[in-house]
């Protein structure tokens, strides 16, 4: 079937967003050299650990709420923000404060009081967030999605400078943890001046169908962010805090830059597949742009990984070539599996994605329990491999009807 690749504003957007995760990157090669050359593995896996574990409760702001102000009609529209602040704002609040209730447990469970720190540090991040919230669905719904792109690569850039410096100046966990925190407030400013909003007289719309869209896509994120990190939880608790830090650097040079790009390519294809006359269509052409700039560049960082690593981190860490040359790899069903994800989230499907998803995370904690006794070779093998096949078959019942559009249409 003939597809075209005239340049549209999908391809223009993902390239922003490409350029946006390339820029955030690069900085955090400076972050990954300097934590390599002055922590050693057992401080890096503390850091990992609180950061993993923030990441995950992180996932729960993903409510639903931004989306369905992406896809509301104009009639709805004033309604429907009124609602969604009041949403984000006790959200996070709510959130803020159950981040730091579980840190104290952890610090009288464990004594470590470092540990709490992190934790609460972390939690600063929800205080800034509501207020910019609803401005960053709007500019999306606006198509400003190149200038949200230029504002989250900011914050990451300037948090990721911020680590390379503090990692050199105090060589401590506090280093990995403290600028998530320092750069909240440059998303914040960036995206309230991008997007003016201020509430206008409306009903505000009811809280039903934000509570029934927004339950699947809120269990979606918080599995999602599961997938992503619970096996570092896993290896934390069957195989120490120093095999952590191992594979903590592994994944994110091996699959940091795809789990970048696959964030990127969903955080487009959701407003793209919202506006777009043929879904179907559009759908199609996505993918497959996607993957022609994704997959030779997977290929060409799977070959280089015996040279960068060295160079990186440094004569000491040569071993984690093989892990993060086999964690590359995973790049190529992600896109795929984040395609499917939202198709499935713009046609009022979520549910669907959230049970994929959840049966897709527990492959993966099954498969670093069972082969943490393996080694960490082991553990990226099967990750590879259990990602490949519930990725693309999760994807398949989608796609299918995408490329072989004689087939009975998914509504």
Known sequence: MPLSFRPGPFARNLMAYCLSEVAAKASRILVVVAV?????????GVAAAALAGSDILKALTENGAGQRIIAASEQDLPGI??????????WCLGLFALQIALGLGLWAASGDAMLFVLIAILAGEYLFMPAGLVN???????????QTASIAAGQVVGANALTALLAVLIAGPLALVLPRLLAAPIWLVAMRRLQPWTPVPATPAPLGPFVRYGASVLGTEVVKALRLQADKLVIAALMGAEALGIYFLAFNAGLGLATSFSQAFATVLFPHLCTASDRIAALRQALTLSLCILVPVVLVQAL????????LFGDDWTGLAPIVRILCLAAIPAIVWASAAGWLRAADRPEVEFALTLGMTAALIANTVLLAPHGLVAIALGYLAVSAVAQIGGAAPVLLRA?????????
């Open 36 to 44: 390599a050359r002055t922590m050693d593995a057992t401080a890096i």
């Open 136 to 146: 960053c669905a709007l500019a999306m719904r606006a198509g400003k999605m190149r």
């Open 403 to 411: 490329f072989l559009p004689a087939q009975p249409r998914f509504a």
């Open 304 to 311: 280089l990984v015996p040279v960068y690593v060295p160079i």
């Open 81 to 90: 923000c009124r609602t969604a602040r009041r949403i984000f704002w006790a």
